[in-house]
């Protein structure tokens, strides 16, 4: 059956899709995107799977707003710009706790969210290069698409990120040296520091360009430098075509990184490093991490470039950074030494690290883990049940994992606290805090 369907849509689910069925009741559910709960859709199949493309909304949602981007719909980046601000948290919330009971987490604490202003938040952004009509574009993905959108502007993006891309397409329309290297390039990443006053450029290339020339990389950038002295540095990276790693950086120009301010703390952000893309939200994220917790020691897991460790090092006598990133690790061990030499940066996998100290004596009255999308995991997590720490802190960007690995930390924690961080405005995607204490 591939004609159009009339469907009701029950309540979102996470991904950013309407959870719909057919208005008589009849037929398999299935998912339907930018689509609002209660609303009635017709729809038809988009392909093979339970997801269909969306024809028209029949009857909206009273939260269903006019998007703020004229590319919302076809750009992949957003999904969620048809609801208003305060609907976009309510669905969140609802994500989060279903996503909980769904993995049998029998009790969790109240939501408490957080949130700020939902445009401009984003302090980085990653750009794919095309030609369209013989012109240099710049653009993200097509919603559910290799295809590439070609873009007039980011409205989620830091406004000094998207004037440079503007900045370097302008250049290189007139700028040969420019206009090679971004033919030569698939992509460009853009990152700002707290203050937008300094921007890091970063040319992704899956194949070395046939100028591979440093010279020619610096020209390009100081040119850039003379219309946008915002720019401070910039590099060329190549990257595996395949899994997208970096294999090296083979032309750089100016600095290395950038300096980022939360909360009156330092960052040193490499080029290319991770850090949070909120830059409205950060500081509150920390508070909610690290404030009034105190102690003898402290574990920061997936630790990064430290975002929660330098805090942690002012009130704890100890902290324990591990980080697998071999760089990172690197920066965040000076770092830390320049707070106290009794701190330290182990550049390890944390399930490594944790089956190590099962081996020892010291244990630590706090464990603050941030892990990547696929959550901690279980061995790490039954692993922390053994350490026992008094309290943990986990920072979650994926509710599905979270919930899963609360399921089974609930046999030696209880959930003290649950709080909604919304770094991602506009998008299906959320941050979450969970406080949990050991049971006694």
Known sequence: MNEAQRLRVDRLVYGGYGFARAVDGGGAACLVPLTLPD?????APAGSGEVMGLLRVLQPSPERVQPGCPHFGACGGCHLQMASYAEQLRLKREVLEDALRRAGVVEFAEITTHAAEPWGYRNRIRLHIVREDGTLRLGYRERKSRAVLPIMTCPIAAPVLWHMAETMLALAERDATMQRWLNAADEVELFCDDSMARVQVTLVCTSLPSMPSRESFEQAMKALQVEEPALAGAGAVLVHPRTGQIQREFAEWGSAGLHY????????????????????????????????????????????????????????????????????????????????????????????????????????????????????????????????????????????????????????????????????????????????????
């Open 39 to 43: 609303e009635i859709v017709e729809a």
């Open 261 to 440: 301010q939360v909360a009156g703390e330092r960052y040193w952000i490499a080029r290319g490093g991770f850090f949070q893309v909120n830059r409205f939200l950060l500081p509150a994220l920390v508070e909610l991490v690290c404030a009034n917790r105190r102690g003898r020691l402290a574990w920061d897991l997936f630790a990064g470039v430290g975002l929660f460790a330098l805090v942690l090092a002012h009130n704890f006598e100890r902290v324990t950074a591990v980080e697998a990133n071999p760089a990172a690790a690197r920066e965040l061990g000076s770092s830390l030494q320049r707070v106290g030499l009794q701190h330290t940066a182990l550049n390890e996998v944390t399930v490594a690290f944790l089956r190590r100290a099962m081996l020892e004596r010291d244990r630590p009255e706090l464990v603050v883990l941030d892990p990547p999308r696929a959550g901690a995991g279980r061995e790490v997590c039954e692993l922390l049940a053994r350490v026992a720490s008094e309290q943990i802190v986990y920072v979650a960007c994926d509710p599905v994992t979270l919930a899963r690995d609360c399921a089974v930390l609930q046999k030696t924690y209880t959930m003290e606290a649950l709080h909604l961080v919304d770094l991602f405005p506009q998008t299906y995607h959320q941050e979450a805090v969970v406080v949990l204490r050991r049971r006694s």
